[in-house]
């Protein structure tokens, strides 16, 4: 988000929160940022009437009607005593008065016509002149809690999307129509890929059997690209005792969201929310020398977290997280080819999306914030080495980056792969992180060529990531158009009537003993309602058999892509779906 548009983004928020205390007097205002698309602001209407998605046009015309008095951002630096005054009535903004105060910053005022409200700044000077009326409009209402916590109150969240120009909006608002015809929550039901059950609980989806056959193609894919760079299996339990992520330092960072199990001992166990502790003791289950180096382990499996069910939606946030994940142990001197292998790894396995294109990707290149050193931890020359390293990687092999710094994760850098949808939206899908701080945890130790001992450097790399949110995005990227090597069910064939049934039973099992995932539709349906059920579960082809295919030994080929019937015979049929389908 470029800095103006985030100031005129910042500025509405303020313009919403005068047209609510305009509209709601007694309403008590919280915090009101920008955010990617906009901006929104948490109201408390508890003391009175509060608005529903039918008064937002009101809002947005209060909007409009008071910018006309907004032609300058003043502000005023006040002491704490002065802020307590100026809100008294309202808990939430001494809340972060007090704060402010105790963390000894300034405490600043910022007024526009004859609204005033605690701020740090970022505005546009002149809203009237700068903000163009008809590039924003106030979208949904919601509910948020105060500060995120569900045991604080529930506050009255209003939404507002924004940009710089009318046609940027309207751009926007046609994505918008697109997303929600490409919901994979929508197309998941009628492809049936996935469900949910309220007696299992919110944020545990089910996968039907043609949403496992697409998980598992996917897994599968993966596991084969990389079994070339030396890859093998390994299986974890789904629980471990506490300890275990007490001495890898998530237990601090993951403790509230950990589910936690009781057995008829008093260990405590837990559900694990990541595998890399668990890899670590394998690799630690017997001693290595550096000729085994590297070690590289994979496997794909769920792991837990306690996630708010506000924030559960549909595959995109879940409860229980199917990873693909792999551990790398090397020593320092061999990450730059265990990088440069794992990248290869992600271009091969986007390649057979068609996501792999310069228009299609970006890389960021996650480093240090020098200016910040006691927020990293681990040698200085290891993090200069290693972050040189990646960035080798990323030049050598041509790779589309960008350095970001202080979006490194406290344990090394890494490399994070940030796809476009078809409809324009960025996704962060797979990545490679350097650590240096879990084999230090867990004392992994390897002999180096003087007898001497040495701690590995681990990589995680994750190729799809959340198996669960990667499908969600590849649902709504190809609308459920999947390309054929991803497709539950690739071919139908429909026989024209009950005499053509005996030829279309050869065509199912030559295609089925080919390897092909096909299905025969020869019930009483007539012929348009069976092309029609073809077309509505998205087949990337269907066959018909009728007394002209039977008479010349050919099948008559659709393609869901391009319409067009085909006229070909058996043979070149499986030819041309072999090679579809090694793209």
């Known amino acids: ?69 907004w032609t300058e951002f003043t502000h005023e630096i006040v002491t704490a005593d002065k802020a307590r005054e100026v809100f008294a ?25 004859d609204f005033t409200d605690l701020c740090r700044g970022g505005h546009t000077e002149n809203p009237k002149e700068e903000i163009a009326m008809d590039a924003f409009r106030l979208d949904k209402i919601a509910g948020a809690y105060w500060r995120g916590d569900e045991k604080n109150t529930m506050l009255t969240r209003i939404y507002g999307i924004a940009f710089d120009t009318k046609e940027e909006l309207e751009e926007y608002n046609k994505m ?37 056959l697409m ?75 550096y000729k085994d180096l590297p070690i590289r382990y994979a496997e794909s499996t769920m792991v837990y977290r306690d996630e708010q069910a506000g924030e559960l939606m549909g595959l995109s946030r879940v409860r229980s997280i199917t990873q693909d994940d792999g551990h790398v142990f090397c020593t320092l001197d061999q990450v ?88 324009g939206r960025e996704w962060q899908l797979a990545t490679a992180q350097l650590d240096f701080v879990m084999p230090e945890r867990f004392g992994l130790e390897y002999t180096d060529n003087e007898g001497n001992k040495q701690t590995p450097v681990m990589i995680h790399r994750a190729v799809a990531g959340s198996l669960e949110r990667f499908m969600a995005v590849i649902i709504e990227h190809f609308a459920g158009n999947f390309p054929l090597w991803l497709a539950p069910q690739q071919v139908a064939i429909i026989p024209v009537s009950e005499a053509h049934n005996e030829y279309a039973s050869e065509i199912f099992k030559s295609l089925q003993e080919a390897g092909l995932r096909v299905e025969m539709n020869d019930s009483s349906e007539s012929m348009g309602k069976k092309i029609r059920q073809a077309k509505k579960m998205k087949l990337p082809y269907f066959i018909v058999i009728g007394d002209k295919e039977i008479e010349t030994k050919t099948v008559t080929l659709e393609s869901r892509d391009t319409g067009e019937p085909v006229v070909i015979s058996v043979n070149e049929l499986l030819d041309k779906l072999h090679t579809e389908m090694n793209v």
């Open 215 to 289: 998980r598992d193609l996917i897994v599968e894919k993966i596991m084969k690209i990389q079994a070339k760079y030396g890859y093998k299996k390994v299986t974890i339990p789904h629980i471990t005792k506490s300890d275990l992520y007490k001495t890898s330092g998530h237990w601090e960072k993951f403790g509230d969201e950990l589910f936690k199990v009781k057995g008829q001992s008093d260990v405590e166990f837990v559900m694990k929310p990541m595998n890399c502790p668990h890899h670590t003791q394998i690799f630690a289950s017997k001693p290595h020398s």
């Open 336 to 423: 730059d080819q265990e990088v440069e292998n794992i990248v290869l790894v992600i271009k091969e396995f986007y390649d057979s999306l068609g996501m792999f294109s310069d228009d299609q990707f970006w890389v960021s290149l996650s480093v240090r914030n020098l200016e910040e050193p006691d927020e990293y931890l681990g040698d200085t020359r290891n993090w200069e080495k290693a972050e040189q390293m990646l960035d080798n990687v990323t030049r050598r092999l041509g790779l589309p980056s960008k350095q970001i710094a202080g979006e490194a994760a406290f344990y090394g850098p890494k490399i994070d792969f940030m796809f476009k949808d078809a409809i």
């Open 1 to 69: 988000m470029n800095q103006s548009l985030e100031h005129k983004r910042h500025t509405l928020a303020h313009l919403l929160a005068a047209a609510v205390i305009d509209k709601y007097p007694h309403a008590k205002l919280t915090l009101g940022p920008a955010i990617e698309t906009g901006f929104y602001y948490d109201v408390d209407f508890s003391g009175g009437d509060a608005p529903g998605d039918d008064d937002l046009k009101d809002l947005q015309k209060r909007m409009k009607k008071t910018i006309n008095k």
């Open 89 to 113: 009535d309202n808990e939430y903004k001494l809340e972060l008065v007090n704060e402010i105060d105790e963390r000894g910053e300034s405490i600043t005022l910022y007024t526009c016509g």
């Open 176 to 212: 918008i129509l697109e997303a929600k015809a490409r919901d994979h929550r929508k197309l998941g039901k009628e492809l049936d890929l996935f469900t949910f059950s309220d007696l299992v609980g919110s944020g545990l989806p089910l996968f039907t059997p043609n949403g496992t």
